[in-house]
């Protein structure tokens, strides 16, 4: 929980400095009205809370997204959006990367790159790792990776895996985002395709993949298992490809035209 609260901290410096003209230069913007703020916030109870914000590490090219390993290694990990995935140790940005699947991410349009990262519950004895990014033929794809050697700061490029790329049909709404519920299941976040207003309806269509939640159990089967207890596991109208046909935990019948979140998603 420390940590989580740490990385909340650094996300919010990096999305200010990525506002401010962060580019893929790496050249290191300089943030607007001091380095400092005192936004408040009202907690469920109607508490109003005071937090500051204090920039720790900088020059990331277009951050798209920051976590820890959760080993108690006091490592941030930092996703840039050319595919690149850097540490921040303490307060020093490490000078070789954790991953570089550059050669393999599509990021030429804004919203498309390296999106997600999370770590296996038991990464720091298993070094098990899953990104999220768009390929260079800019289908939404999730790979699993290996650290090279337990605690190392290097990954092992060469462990990629890709457990499934879905076919994009626009550059934008890639989706991307990736965490492990309490549950040990891995929760994907699909976009819904892209253009504006979901114009090919995938939020309404069972047999896309696209906007949609998945979840999916990394423990078992090859590259994955479908949990029993999806809800979407034998309907005869989701999804025709039979391999497929239970990977989809919730829908979204209102995506049309809007951005909703999934009322089924954590029951
Ligand atoms: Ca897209």
């Known amino acids: ?15 200010a400095l990525s506002a401010c003209g962060g580019d893929s230069t790496g050249i290191e913007p300089t943030p607007r009205g ?17 937090f500051q914000t204090q920039r720790i590490a900088g020059g990331f090219a277009r951050p798209t997204f920051v976590t820890s390993a959760g080993d ?44 997600g990262l999370a770590f296996h519950p038991d990464f720091e004895k298993n070094g098990r790792f899953w990104v999220t990014y768009t390929a260079k033929n800019a289908a939404n794809t999730l790979a699993e990776y290996r650290v090279s050697s337990p605690g190392s700061n290097t990954a092992d490029a060469s462990s ?3 457990l499934f790329a879905v076919p994009d049909q626009f550059p934008n ?6 965490a492990f519920g309490p549950d040990g299941y891995l ?20 047999s896309a993949l696209l906007a949609k939640l998945l979840r999916i159990d990394i423990n078992s089967g090859d590259p994955y298992a479908i949990p029993d ?13 039979s391999d497929r046909a239970d990977e989809l935990l919730a829908l979204a019948p209102e995506a049309r035209g809007g951005y909703y979140l999934v009322p089924k998603v954590l029951e």
């Open 173 to 178: 709404h890639n989706g991307g985002m990736l």
């Open 229 to 241: 207890s999806n809800p979407f596991a034998k309907r005869s109208d989701a999804v025709t490809e």
């Open 1 to 15: 929980m420390r940590a989580f609260s740490a990385a909340g901290l650094v996300l919010l410096a990096l999305l």
């Open 72 to 115: 108690g290694s006091n490592r941030l990990f930092v996703l840039e959006k050319p595919g690149r995935v850097r540490i921040i140790k303490g307060t020093t940005v490490l000078d070789q990367s954790f991953l570089d699947i550059t050669s393999l991410v599509g990021s030429s349009g804004n919203e498309q790159g390296l999106l």
């Open 187 to 206: 929760y994907v976040s699909m976009g819904d395709g892209g253009s504006a207003g979901d114009p090919n309806g995938n939020g309404q269509n069972l």
């Open 34 to 50: 001091g380095e400092a703020a005192t936004p408040t916030a009202t907690s469920a109870g109607g508490t109003a809370a005071q």
């Open 160 to 162: 990629g895996k890709v």
